[in-house]
T-cell receptor, first 114, second 111 residues
């Protein structure tokens, strides 16, 4: 079946450290891939996306590259800030003929200390 | 401003009651979704609608109902048949470019 595996949290980093959050997925076909961020008590905000193999999504210093051969979409940031503390979700979007829905893992909590 | 508006933000339900969560979007999106999130968990799909007057069950539809009479509105009713309704509920809509945007969510608590 379709599924997403993210590295377990919480991930605790010091400010200005390098961030990697691993994401691998199992999905039929070639889904579009998304990263969402959720701050406490809020909804999900779109962070970045990639729609085909080797595409790189980027936003606010975060980057992720669509790796078809390893079915991965790892999130990276060169220098994290305290304000990046949140829960991050990797989510493939299945094609319409495969159900047309986002598949979520459990999310990865990031805590950045000053 | 364009966006997705969910209301109420907080809702309390007594045992045996039905409650309805509102979701309105002014983005002119055809597809809309309802997800449920439990503490420390990912999101699970309840219902989705690709177009007005049509909707499909998601992975956890039991105890929920929806309607899609207007393009901009996709209300979710949590019925008394839903035995564990306490959760955070998220509504979303999908752009023509296949990007899904979420509302701010509604907290439902059974008292």
């Amino acid at each position: 079946g379709n599924s997403v595996t993210q590295m377990e949290g919480p991930v605790t980093l010091s400010e200005e450290a390098f961030l990697t959050i691993n994401c691998t997925y199992t999905a039929t076909g070639y889904p579009s891939l998304f990263w969402y961020v959720q701050y406490p008590g809020e909804g999900l905000q779109l962070l970045l996306k990639a729609t085909k193999a080797d595409d790189k999504g980027s936003n606010k210093g975060f980057e992720a590259t669509y790796r078809k051969e390893t079915t991965s979409f790892h999130l990276e940031k060169g220098s994290v800030q305290v304000s990046d503390s949140a829960v991050y979700f990797c989510a493939p979007l299945l094609a319409y003929n495969q159900g047309g829905k986002l598949i979520f893992g459990q999310g990865t909590e990031l805590s950045v200390k000053p | 401003d364009g966006g997705i508006t969910q209301s109420p933000k907080y809702l309390f339900r007594k045992e045996g009651q039905n409650v309805t969560l509102s979701c309105e979007q002014n983005l002119n999106h055809d597809a809309m979704y309802w997800y449920r999130q439990d503490p420390g968990q990912g999101l699970r799909l309840i219902y989705y609608s690709q177009i007005v007057n049509d909707f499909q069950k998601g992975d956890i539809a039991e105890g929920y109902s929806v309607s899609r009479e207007k393009k901009e509105s996709f209300p979710l009713t949590v019925t008394s048949a839903q035995k564990n309704p306490t959760a955070f509920y998220l509504c979303a809509s999908e752009s023509p470019g296949n990007t899904i945007y979420f509302g701010e969510g509604s907290w439902l608590t059974v008292v």
